[in-house]
Nanobody
Framework: QLQASGGGLVQAGASLRLSCEASGGTFSSYVMGWFRQAPGKEREFVALISMSGITAFYANAVKGRFTISRDNDNNALYLQMNSLKPEDTAVYYC???????????????????????WGQGTQVTVSS
């Protein structure tokens, strides 16, 4: 089970830190990630982190502004979001996958159906 939190309403340029608590499995054995979905749009990839936390991938739209991290000792995933823009407004979902190919294949990484577990989502709204 995944439980996301930390969303809110902020002004452009502000920062937010999303958290995702995991339970019911071996957290360190999953590749973890964040997706987001804006109204009327498809769910899109944001960031992915390896089981060890050493390797991370980002969508071009957030690269340099967002940082994904994980704490395997406490079964937690994070997304630090800086310099937020109105186009970052969306519901953000944490996700877990057993599909190791998400780390090596961009096509697989970007496809939501390759992820096994999803949190309930947390709303991020950025005003201009």
């Amino acid at each position: 089970q995944l439980q996301a939190s930390g969303g809110g309403l902020v002004q452009a340029g502000a920062s937010l830190r999303l958290s995702c608590e995991a339970s019911g499995g071996t957290f360190s054995s999953y590749v973890m990630g964040w997706f987001r979905q804006a109204p009327g749009k498809e769910r899109e990839f944001v960031a992915l982190i390896s089981m060890s936390g050493i390797t991370a991938f980002y969508a071009n739209a957030v690269k340099g502004r967002f940082t994904i991290s994980r704490d395997n000792d406490n079964n937690a995933l994070y997304l630090q979001m800086n310099s937020l823009k109105p186009e970052d407004t969306a519901v953000y979902y944490c996700t877990a996958t057993n599909t190791r190919a998400t780390m090596s294949s961009l096509r697989i990484r970007l496809t939501p159906t390759n992820y096994d577990y999803w949190g309930q989502g947390t709303q991020v709204t950025v005003s201009s």
